[in-house]
C-alpha cells in the first residue's frame, strides 16, 4: 500500500491509499478518483515540499523583520538627530536642571541626562514629569561618554 497526497483543481487536499503506484494512474484515467469535498474530478497528486516553503517562509519573515528594522532605525535616527540639535546634555545634572526649568528659575528648553532611580522618583512627586530616554534614541556622541 501507498499513500498519496492528492490535490483537486479547487485545491482540496486529501489523502488516499492505492495498492501500487500506478494505481493512482489507473484510477485516474478512469475517472474513478474524485474530491471528497467537492467531488470534483480533476484530481492530481499534490506536491509536497514543507522544508523548501518552511524555508522560503523563514526567508520571507527575515525580509520583513529587516524592513521593519531598519524603519525603526530610520525613525530612531531622526529622533537621535531632533535631540541631538534641540535639546542639551546636562549629565549628572539632570535633576537639578529639570527643578530650576520646572520653578522657572531657568529658561525653559529640552533637557536630557543622567539621574538616578531616588532622583527620578523625587522629581516625580514635585510634579516634574521626566520619562527614561531609550538607549536607542541617545545622541552617538553622548553614548560613547556612558
Ligand atoms: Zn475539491
Not at 498519496?4 to 487536499?13: G, M, T
Request: with cysteine.
Amino acid at each position: 500500500m501507498i499513500k498519496y497526497s492528492l490535490i483537486c483543481e479547487r485545491e482540496h487536499v486529501f489523502e488516499a491509499w492505492f495498492s501500487r503506484g500506478s494505481d493512482f494512474d489507473d484510477q485516474k484515467k478512469s475517472g474513478l478518483l474524485i474530491c471528497p469535498i467537492c467531488a470534483d474530478k480533476t484530481i492530481d497528486k499534490a506536491i509536497m515540499a514543507p522544508a523548501i516553503s518552511t524555508a522560503r517562509k523563514q526567508e520571507a519573515m527575515m525580509q520583513s523583520q529587516k524592513k521593519a528594522m531598519s524603519m525603526m532605525n530610520a525613525a530612531a535616527d531622526k529622533i537621535r538627530k531632533e535631540i541631538a540639535n534641540k535639546c542639551e546634555n546636562v549629565g549628572d545634572k539632570f535633576a537639578e536642571e529639570a527643578r530650576a526649568i520646572h520653578y522657572g528659575e531657568k529658561q525653559e528648553r529640552g533637557i536630557y541626562g543622567q539621574a538616578s532611580p531616588d532622583e527620578s522618583s523625587a522629581l516625580k512627586d514635585e510634579g516634574i514629569d521626566v520619562s527614561p530616554l531609550p538607549n536607542i534614541f541617545v545622541p552617538d556622541a553622548d553614548k560613547k561618554l556612558n
